[in-house]
């Protein structure tokens, strides 16, 4: 499974299901309306559900090193370059 052809697949159908709404039932409406609302969340920023996992990697928008976005895995299991200090999410993870 790709999970990004998945993802992309899954916000096409919500937004067919939400742009008309009237023959589609009230469980396909309202697993739309989450689907798009739990998209939204995770693109700005928030945390994965618990189900998906304590921590997520992603990499330096600086040097591409892969960095994880939780503060028990961060400086102990990942080395990261000079520029990785930098990095917005390094900076949010360190609380600047």
Same mark, same amino acid.
């Not at 999970?3 to 992309?8: G, M, R, T």
């Not at 009230?26 to 189900?51: H, M, Q, S």
């Not at 090193?65 to 930098?86: E, N, Q, S, Y």
């Given at each position: 499974?790709?999970?990004?052809?998945?993802?992309?697949?899954?916000?096409?159908?919500?937004? !067919?299901?939400? !742009?008309?709404?009237?023959? =589609?039932?009230?469980?396909?409406?309202?697993? !739309?309306?989450?689907?798009?609302?739990?998209?939204?969340?995770?693109?700005?920023?928030?945390?994965?559900?618990?189900?998906?996992?304590?921590?997520?990697?992603? !990499?330096?928008?600086?040097?591409?090193?892969?960095?994880?976005?939780?503060?028990? =895995?961060?400086?102990?299991?990942?080395?990261?370059?000079?520029?990785?200090?930098?990095?917005?999410?390094?900076?949010?993870?360190?609380?600047?």
């Amino acid at each position: 499974m790709d999970p990004n052809a998945n993802l992309k697949e899954q916000l096409a159908i919500t937004r !067919a299901i939400l !742009a008309d709404k009237e023959p =589609h039932t009230f469980g396909a409406i309202r697993l !739309a309306e989450l689907v798009e609302a739990l998209d939204e969340w995770i693109t700005k920023g928030g945390f994965l559900p618990g189900r998906w996992g304590r921590s997520r990697v992603t !990499a330096c928008s600086l040097c591409g090193t892969a960095l994880v976005a939780d503060k028990a =895995h961060f400086l102990r299991d990942l080395p990261i370059g000079d520029c990785c200090w930098d990095d917005p999410m390094t900076r949010s993870i360190r609380g600047l």
